[in-house]
């Protein structure tokens, strides 16, 4: 059983360090936290000196690197998801369905800044501009005009 574990912390980890630059720390991090986790799915031992991965000290979280250069994160037709490398136009569902996680998890996970990295892309935040501008939203006085419209 624990050689069963042990394959599957391997292809595991192997699988992730493929996408993502390691420290050679975060690397042994890595095997630790999926060791555990599966031996601990399965009833088994945990390694010694290692703690489960939600059972880490809050203060502790470590950021991650991003795979790809920060620059190439937000493009005009898609933004590119740093959990699991897909293109797409907006991020914030696909955070929440996916990988669990409220954008503000995702920003302090890779040491981002909302302001710098938004979670949608350049086009689609244009076409929701003029949308908005379209119907009169961010105009002063728009409550007012609706109300006479009504």
Request: proline fraction near 6%; include cysteine.
């Given at each position: 059983m624990?050689?069963e574990?042990l394959?599957?912390?391997?292809?595991?980890?192997?699988?992730h360090?493929s996408m993502?630059?390691?420290?050679?720390?975060e690397?042994?991090e890595?095997i630790?936290?999926?060791?555990?986790?599966?031996?601990s799915?399965e009833?088994?031992?945990?390694m010694?000196?290692?703690a489960?991965?939600?059972?880490?000290a809050?203060?502790?979280e470590?950021?991650?690197?991003?795979?790809v250069?920060?620059?190439?994160i937000?493009?005009?037709?898609?933004v590119?998801?740093?959990?699991?490398?897909k293109?797409?136009?907006t991020?914030?569902?696909?955070?929440?369905?996916?990988?669990?996680?409220?954008?503000?998890?995702?920003?302090?996970?890779?040491?981002?800044?909302?302001?710098k990295?938004?979670?949608v892309?350049?086009?689609?935040?244009e076409?929701?501009r003029?949308?908005?501008?379209?119907?009169?939203?961010?105009e002063?006085?728009?409550?007012?005009?609706?109300?006479?419209?009504?």
């Open positions: 624990a050689s574990v394959k599957l912390t391997a292809q595991i980890v192997i699988s360090a993502s630059e390691l420290t050679p720390n690397l042994v890595e630790k936290d999926v060791y555990n986790l599966l031996a799915l009833g088994g031992e945990v010694a000196g290692a489960l991965p939600g059972e880490k809050r203060g502790a470590v950021v991650k690197k991003p795979s250069p920060l620059n190439e937000v493009k005009e037709k898609y590119l998801c740093l959990e699991c490398g293109k797409m136009r991020l914030k569902a696909h955070l929440r369905k996916a990988h669990h996680l409220a954008p503000a998890e995702y920003y302090r996970r890779y040491g981002l800044e909302p302001k990295f938004p979670l892309c350049k086009e689609y935040s076409q929701r003029k949308l908005a501008k379209e119907k009169g939203l961010g002063r006085g728009f409550r007012r005009k609706a109300k006479e419209k009504a």
